[in-house]
């Protein structure tokens, strides 16, 4: 029987912001919500995998799990698309890469029910990207070290019988200058997007799931950010004409779904150098 029929169906999901190679990143929780989908299309919206952080030291089979995963996806012939972020720049030399139904891009503009949608990572709109990268990545270290004491934190207020919380999420909220950005990010991205005739404006990087419908003088938009996969683990569903946010929680998945092989797919030897550059393909090849 085909796997495929016992999986929720799904006309276009929207992930971002993973950061595979990474202590942060939920790769095992991300690979059981992958497993029960069945996308006809597929957005990775930048910073799948975190090249500013990679390192040899760090590089667990959960994580590769992920790429083997996708990897599936593809020789199945789904349409994929990995749009670049600034995690994961150095794909960006990559840009315009075809292997069957993947792609590598900058951004995607693709017609939904007669409606356009604008796919973009949103870097591009960070001046912190544009004048100090080098602060942007001093900061990326510091954010997932966060995340490692916030795993503390959790795992002893779980012994006490206390809710989750997130210190970043704390931080982020109390700090004028990030709320600030935040909202000077959505700004300039729907702005844009309304100028530019654009139905939906979909973005990740600053790890704030959220859809809402955005005016302006010149008319209106739907925004949409698909969060993710380190502190809200999240991702964007759109099927049947409607957009919802989806929300991990582990009460989702049975045994099965979580025990379910990774299929072992040859494209993944022959492509991984090529469209991941050594820096992954050397980990895969000699493990």
Same mark, same amino acid.
């Given at each position: %029987? ?61 994580? %590769? ?12 012939? *789904? ?11 150095? %794909?960006? $030399? ?12 900058? *951004? ?6 007669? $409606? ?8 591009? +709109?960070?001046?912190? %990207? ?6 942007? $990545? ?16 959790? +795992? ?13 999420? *704390? ?9 600030? +950005?935040?909202?000077? +990010? ?10 530019? *005739? ?62 379910? $092989? ?26």
């Amino acid at each position: %029987m085909d796997s495929n029929k016992k999986k929720r169906k799904i006309d276009l999901v929207v992930i971002s912001d993973i950061h595979l190679g990474t202590y942060g990143c939920h790769a095992k929780e991300l690979l059981c919500y992958l497993k029960s989908i069945n996308p006809k299309r597929v957005i990775l919206n930048g910073d799948i995998i975190d090249i500013w952080q990679f390192s040899k030291r760090y590089w667990p089979k959960s994580h %590769m799990k992920i790429v083997k995963y996708i990897f599936g996806w593809i020789s199945e012939g *789904k349409e994929i698309y990995y749009i670049t972020g600034n995690h994961d720049e150095m %794909m960006r $030399k990559f840009v315009d890469f075809e292997i069957g139904s993947f792609s590598i891009k900058n *951004k995607v503009v693709l017609e939904l029910n007669g $409606k356009k949608a604008w796919f973009f990572h949103g870097d591009i +709109f960070d001046v912190t %990207m544009q004048h100090s990268k080098w602060l942007a $990545k001093l900061g990326a270290i510091g954010y997932d070290i966060l995340i490692l004491i916030n795993r503390g934190v959790n +795992f002893i207020s779980k012994i006490f019988g206390k809710e989750k919380i997130s210190l970043s999420k *704390k931080i982020k909220d109390s700090v004028k200058s990030a709320v600030k +950005f935040i909202n000077n +990010f959505e700004e300039t991205a729907t702005n844009i997007a309304i100028d530019n *005739k654009f139905d939906f404006v979909v973005c990740g990087h600053i790890h704030k799931p959220d859809i809402k419908k955005v005016k302006n003088d010149k008319g209106a938009v739907t925004y949409l950010n698909s969060g993710d996969w380190v502190e809200n683990l999240t991702s964007l569903e759109y099927h049947k004409n409607k957009w919802n946010i989806y929300k991990y929680s582990d009460t989702h998945y049975n045994n099965n779904i979580a025990k379910e $092989k990774v299929i072992e797919v040859d494209v993944i030897d022959k492509t991984a150098k090529q469209i991941f550059g050594e820096l992954v393909a050397d980990f895969y090849l000699n493990k």
